[in-house]
Structures are given as structure tokens and as C-alpha cells.
Nanobody
Framework: QVQLVESGGGLVQPGGSLRLSCAASGFVFSDKDMKWVRQAPGKGLEWVSQIQSSGATSYADSVKGRFSISRDNSKRMLYLEMNDLKPEDTAVYYC???????RGPGTQVTVSS
């Protein structure tokens, strides 16, 4: 079955950086468009970024220019490089296949001084 496991979150000061990773299994990773979504405390899920199987990428306006999504199909890994982090980026971050409901347990990102 589809399994996704996120890692790399933590506590960082405003302006700092983190790199999130997502390990995928149970499906043909290279064939799937993948995305990152996040959920801030008390709020709904927010789409952050996605990368197509072709490698084409797209970003929410709130993270454009600061975040970078990438994938390594040979390792079945999805990444999110996050720079210039802001307190409003605080959330649990999840990876998922585009168009699917299955998510991993998520990884907490907290941006605070």
C-alpha cells in the first residue's frame, strides 16, 4: 500500500532554513505528480507546492521564491527546501500524491524566535 513518511522538521528562527524529506513506497513514484501541503494550528490544509512526474514545479504565492520542491526518483524521495522562513510558515507539513488523499504522519515546522 501507499506509504509516505515525512522528516526534517524542527524549530527554526525567522529567516532560517530547513529541508524536508518524504520517503515514498508502495507505488511507482516516478510516475506520480507529488505535492507538499501544510496545516497551521486551527486552520485547514493549504497547498504549498507540487512537482509533476516531468519535473515541472509550481508554488503557492505565499512561498514562491523562498521554497523549492525537488524529487529523486532513483531514491523515491520528495524534498522541500525552505528558506527565509517566517512565523506564518509554522505548520505540520505533509507530502502526498496529487489527487490522492493518503498522507504521511507529517513533520512539524515551527518558526519562532
Amino acid at each position: 500500500q501507499v506509504q509516505l513518511v515525512e522528516s526534517g522538521g524542527g524549530l527554526v528562527q525567522p529567516g532560517g532554513s530547513l529541508r524536508l524529506s518524504c520517503a515514498a513506497s508502495g507505488f511507482v513514484f516516478s510516475d506520480k505528480d507529488m505535492k507538499w501541503v501544510r496545516q497551521a494550528p486551527g486552520k485547514g490544509l493549504e497547498w504549498v507546492s507540487q512537482i509533476q512526474s516531468s519535473g515541472a514545479t509550481s508554488y503557492a504565492d505565499s512561498v514562491k521564491g523562498r521554497f523549492s520542491i525537488s524529487r529523486d526518483n532513483s531514491k523515491r524521495m520528495l524534498y522541500l527546501e525552505m528558506n527565509d522562513l517566517k512565523p506564518e510558515d509554522t505548520a505540520v507539513y505533509y507530502c502526498a500524491q496529487v489527487g490522492a488523499l493518503t498522507r504521511g504522519p507529517g513533520t512539524q515546522v515551527t518558526v519562532s524566535s
